[in-house]
């Protein structure tokens, strides 16, 4: 049982915010204690609970916070996320206890767009081989492809799949797009094309995954989706790693079902030595770091502290809530 010595207004466990920086000067300006703790996951089981359970907020990584956490954090009122996925946080649990689920809606849609090219263009120019073959000696001219021209296929026309467009329009990239929820209206101004899943599959040159996990789209690159693709096509993921069937990439990459892959996210994180993905030619594969710049970091970390200070003041309803059905009481 927790002890007031124990109490802690704000558990912040992502990685790169810490100790005195403008996110924790700011709960700290608003009245509010913090502690930093982004090992959280690694804990003894007990010390692990007596920290969640003097907490009344919790700024979180990527770290599961699971249903047994949110359980013994017995004075939560709100948990923010740094990004804009949420599947490591058991939603349903904290909305039973009418806790919001809140992310940093927005601040890393460039950063994220801007890796999603930095893999298009190392896969395609066939970046790392030229590097690791002068590296190893040899003068190898490998040749590559242009992106102008070639059709792009994005899957998930949200706020980072938008923002992928207006990067692929520069390129004079045609582009063509899914989305269950498909805006008309951005597709129309900015000239792209609406299809089906699998249509987008087969006409793309290079597609881009922009899809929340869920029930929905758990596996939904498949080795049959993968086999809809053109031959010399290119996969990138800086999504979640569940929507890739992983073994049945590395398949389709090896017997050439698919030009090559380019992934950022994995399904089991960190992605483990032995990982095939790591050692097949054609896989592309960076340490889930589309997301990660300065600028999205400080806004995502500011975000999350102003998000945080208004619900636990009890001025503002909670922002980017994505329990469903959740209705905001203020205090």
């Given at each position: 049982?927790s ?46 609970a ?9 700024i ?12 013994a ?34 601040a ?15 896969t395609?120019?066939r ?26 296929g ?28 498909f ?25 881009t ?101 208004d ?8 922002q980017?809530?994505?329990n469903?059905?959740?209705e905001?009481?203020?205090a």
């Amino acid at each position: 049982m927790s002890t007031a010595a124990d109490f802690t207004d704000v558990l912040i466990t992502t990685a790169f915010l810490h100790a005195g920086d403008e996110a924790d000067r700011m709960l700290r300006a608003a009245g509010l204690t913090t502690r930093h703790v982004p090992d959280l996951a690694v804990l003894p089981t007990a010390e692990r609970a007596q920290l969640l359970a003097g907490s009344r907020a919790i700024i979180a990584g990527t770290m599961p916070l699971t249903a047994a956490d949110l359980s013994a954090a017995e004075r939560l009122e709100i948990v923010v996320r740094t990004g804009v996925g949420y599947d490591s946080v058991d939603v349903a649990t904290a909305t039973a206890r009418n806790i919001p689920v809140c992310i940093t809606a927005g601040a890393n849609r460039q950063a994220v767009a801007e890796h999603v090219f930095a893999l298009m263009l190392a896969t395609a120019r066939r970046v790392p081989e030229n590097i690791q073959n002068l590296a190893n000696g040899s003068w190898q001219q490998l040749t590559g492809r242009e992106l102008r021209g070639a059709t792009l296929g994005i899957l998930g026309l949200g706020s980072i799949g938008k923002a992928v467009a207006g990067i692929a329009a520069g390129f004079g990239m045609e582009i063509v797009a899914y989305d269950p929820y498909f805006d008309e209206d951005f597709a129309a101004a900015n000239g792209i094309r609406r299809a089906e899943l699998d249509e987008v599959l087969a006409q793309a040159d290079v597609v881009t995954l922009h899809l929340f996990l869920d029930d929905s789209t758990r596996n939904l690159i498949n080795a049959d989706r993968l086999r809809t693709m053109k031959s010399d096509s290119i996969l990138i993921n800086t999504a979640r790693g569940g929507i890739v069937d992983e073994d049945a990439l590395v398949d389709a990459v090896r017997n050439g079902v698919i030009g090559g892959a380019a992934l950022d996210v994995f399904a089991t994180e960190p992605l483990p030595q032995d990982s095939p993905l790591l050692h097949t030619p054609g896989i592309l594969a960076t340490t889930h770091v589309a997301g990660a710049t300065r600028e999205a970091r400080g806004t995502s970390g500011l975000m999350a502290a102003a998000n945080v200070i208004d619900v636990l003041g009890g001025v503002a309803a909670p922002q980017f809530v994505v329990n469903p059905g959740y209705e905001a009481v203020l205090a």
